[in-house]
């Protein structure tokens, strides 16, 4: 079993920033490949963005393309998801996510392990 840790979320107007940060508390993240997902209310969770335990990332969800970028740290200790030019349409619970094997995928079937998720609330 691994826990995954995130941090990072909050309040913030349209047009800015945010940092979210997940970690495996004991554990190197070098060894996952890494999801990230949000899920606003009433709504499917939806794909973010990805890092494979090789270092290929998947940034590719359109509604986010340019805006969010997924990001590891060089001791292998935190993988983060970088949010910028947020809209309120943004607002949603984010999760990380991890699985063993290297590749990344679009799919929350395919993650084996979760984090607690994080509020993202952007105002107008």
């Known amino acids: 079993q691994v826990e995954l840790v995130e941090s990072g979320g909050g309040l913030v107007q349209a047009g800015g920033s945010l940092t979210l940060s997940c970690t495996a508390p004991?554990?190197?993240?070098?060894?996952?490949?890494f999801g990230w997902f949000r899920q606003a209310p009433g709504k499917e969770r939806e794909f973010v963005a990805a890092v494979s335990l090789s270092g290929v990332k998947d940034n590719s969800a359109d509604s986010m393309k340019g805006r969010f970028t997924v990001a590891e740290d060089n001791a292998g200790n935190t993988v983060f998801l970088q949010l910028s030019s947020l809209k309120p349409e943004d607002t949603a619970v984010y999760y990380c996510a991890a699985k063993h094997s290297d590749y990344a995928t679009e799919y929350a079937k395919d993650y084996d392990y979760w984090g607690q998720g994080n509020q993202v609330t952007v105002s107008s």
């Open positions: 004991g554990d190197t993240v070098k060894k996952y490949t």
